[in-house]
Each structure stands twice: as C-alpha cells, then as structure tokens.
DNA sequence: TAGATTGTTAATCGATTAACAATC
DNA sequence: TAGATTGTTAATCGATTAACAATC
C-alpha cells in the first residue's frame, strides 16, 4: 500500500500530467515544469508540487521534472503497465462503446468479455469480443480470477449484476448505471452517473444569465 | 442564481434522492425519512438534510419529506421540465452511444443535433439524429441559440471544437474526450475523463491485497 | 551571484459529520 | 407525553492554496 495515502483526486491528476509528460516526450522536450504541468492539467503549480509528492522521486530545481523518468514512474506508480482484465455486463450502446474504446488498454485495463441476457446478442461479437449469457458470469470470472466489472446495465438489473460480480470475487466494480448497487466494503464501486453529471450543466445553464450577463464585460483572456 | 451557493456534490446527490422519490411515488409511498434516502444515495441522513437545506421547502418531523412535494420542488430547482438542447461533436461509438442513450430527455436534455468530419458517416442517421458536417456547427448552433456542447471526439480535435462551440455562443460544454479544452471563464466545461476515472479503480486493485489481507508486503522499488 | 523553480510546512477553504434543540 | 425525525449551528476533516526556505 502506497504510504501517505494519496487523496483521488491526485491520483487522477497524475494520469493527466502523464499525457503531458508523454507528448512533451515526443516533442523532444527533456524536462517539463510544474508551471508548465499546470497549465496542461487546470491546476495551479503548487497543487502539481504537491501531487507530485507522494512519487518517489524528485524534479531538479529551476529546471523541472524530467520526461523519461516522471514516465517511468507514474507508469509504476498508477500501474499503467501490468493488464488489468475486466468483464462488461449490458453490451447495449454505452456498453459497447465502452468495450470499442480504445483508451482503455492504454492505459492497462482489457475488457475480456461481454455479458448479456439477450438471446439476440448472445453468441455474436463485438470487436473481437464475444457476447455470453449472463449466467455464465459467476463461474468464468471466477476461474479467469478477473477483478474488475463494468456495469452498462439497465438500473433494475444493476444490484443482481453486482451481486454475481463480488460472488464471482470482483473487487473493484465501475457502475455507469443509475443504480446505487450496494456491496460488501472490501469492494470499490465507482458510479459514473451520467445523469448526474448532467445536471452539473444543467444547473449552470439554468443560472447562467443572472451571473454572467449582469453589468460587467467579462475581462479579456488570453489562453495560450 | 441560487441564493446559498449549492455544493456540486449537493446538486448531484438531489438528483439521486430524486429517482428515490420517484420509484417510493410509484410504491404509494407519500412521505421518505432521509434515512431511507440517505441509504438510497449511499450518504448519510445529516447529509440529506443538509443538501435539503437548500431547497426552498421542508420536511415534517417525525414523518419525513413529502413524495410528491419533493419531487415538484427537486424537478424545478434543477430544472428537469425544461428541454435543453445539446449539440454532440464525434459521432463514433461513444458519441453515437450517448445520442442514444435514453436517460438524459429524462432529465431535460435533448441532443438535436450530431457532428462530424467523416464524409462517409455525413448525411446518415443515428436513431432520428442526423449527422452533419462540423463546418455547420457554428452556424446551426448560433441560430437555434444552443447553450451546451458534448464533445466526442479524439483528444487531438478537442481544442477546435471547444473554440467552435465557444464561437458559437455555447456556455456548457460536456467533454468526453482526455483534453483539457481552454475557454473563456464564462464558459464551464465539465470534463469526462473515463481512463483518469478508471486509474481509481486500477489502483485501488493494485493495491488490493495489500490493504486487505494479512500476507506480504509490495516490493519496495528503486528508480535513479 | 541572481533568479527561477522545487519541496514542504502552515493557513485557508469547502464539504462532511456531529451535536442538539425544535417539532409533531 | 415519549420518542422519532427534522433543521441548524458548530466541530471536524480533507484537499487546496499560500508562504517560504532550499536548491541549482
């Protein structure tokens, strides 16, 4: 276990930063700052200071953080490397997409298989992946030792996956549905609720004229 | 503009507590404690009163909030009556699957529109969207006065299309891809980032044994 | 050196949690 | 009433931001 605990939203600045580290890397460029890593990430330098403190390893003063080895080490550090296997449960739009997107494995996680309940979808593909019955979950994750799910379920459907998914000894469970699917606490569920999301912008649009278009000009900004 | 400035994590959770009163108003159910929706929405019953703090209207004591009272004051104060309409750049598996998906007319936004700069997928449908080609963007959106833009794109075109949706007067935007887009401070951008998402799960899985059983320690490593 | 940039400790801020009075 | 549940103020916690010494 990483030592000071790392807060998440660090954890999830340091996948940005590595992006920046790697097209700076094919640039050429041979050490990038904190000032630079800011700009990159929506941050401040001192948030990327102090992200960076929980890595074991140092930037140089007045010239920054080198490319190859902040590399090296947030592909350790966040194990981008070693392949996670996964298995996708509701290969409907959302599902297949996630299943095609080709992000993922870059970054160490490989969707194995698809499940669904649908007897039209059963025994076809998607990519090179293959659609099997839900049923059959239980056992195949169980023997494949596969610890991470990923549920593209509909909501009604969302807490019966997730309780195959931790008998079958799934740790770690990404839920896009709706469902709030409740598990023993040694599992990590991830919601990524759509909908949720969404009212984030709806709330902003709903209230956008009465703090924007009172008075003022908003200033000039200069975004490079 | 809402008066106590609403935590984000607030306005999302209204939005959870909303598809609880939702299914108790369809069991009959005319009054929820916030303990019953605090288990809902995976939070506490404090919470739940805190976040209804915000609303104004109240529950009764010893009873609980009112199903049907709440449900009118959570769908007006986040404004899930009125149609927004959203614009989709990047019609590829996960645009498509977004365009599709039937959760979001739910809660008041509707895709009218899709873009992209794919000759062959120009001119052709996804479900009654039609695909267009991403030069009518700025033009289309500004005309029908279109306030929010969900981008879908690689991470390489994301910055163009920003600047497009900016141009053309949108003031939300949705961005599914791994850039970070830069746009004027009027402007908010919400941002989807699925893979720094997936880093959560990933390191909670590499760090899994460790925190949970008894056995051995992770090998301390050396980078110099 | 002077100046830029890192690393780290302390202060601040915002959200959650706790405490408890008010209510029915 | 007694007991359950709400509403609100205060305390705590965690993450961000600020400050500043150390470094090259």
Redesign the pocket.
């Known amino acids: 276990m990483q030592n000071p605990e790392i807060?998440?939203?660090?954890l999830r600045r340091l996948l940005i930063y590595y992006r920046h580290f790697k097209t700076a890397s094919q640039a050429g460029l041979d050490y990038i700052?904190?000032?630079e890593l800011a700009w990159a990430a929506d941050?401040?330098?001192?948030?990327v200071?102090?992200d960076?403190?929980f890595l074991p390893s140092?930037?140089?003063?007045?010239?920054?953080?080198p490319t190859q080895k902040f590399l090296a080490i947030i592909e350790d550090y966040l194990d981008l490397v070693n392949d996670k296997e996964a298995v996708l449960v509701g290969a409907g739009n959302l599902g297949q997409a996630l299943a095609l997107y080709p992000g993922f494995k870059q970054y160490g996680l490989r969707i194995v298989v698809l499940f669904d309940n649908d007897p039209d979808k059963i025994g076809t593909r998607v990519g090179d992946l293959r659609i099997l019955p839900v049923e059959n979950l239980v056992n195949l994750v169980d023997r494949m030792m596969i610890r991470i799910g990923i549920i593209t379920t509909p909501a009604y459907v969302a807490q019966k996956v997730a309780d195959s998914m931790v008998r079958a000894g799934i740790k770690a469970i990404w839920n896009f549905s709706p469902a709030r699917p409740k598990v023993p606490e040694d599992v990590l569920v991830r919601n990524m609720d759509l909908s949720s999301d969404l009212i984030v912008l709806s709330h902003y649009i709903q209230n956008y004229s009465a703090r924007f278009s009172t008075g003022r000009i908003p200033e000039e900004k200069n975004y490079t």
């Open positions: 807060p998440l939203p660090s700052s904190s000032i941050t401040t330098p001192e948030q200071r102090k960076f403190s140092q930037g140089r003063s007045r010239v920054g953080y």
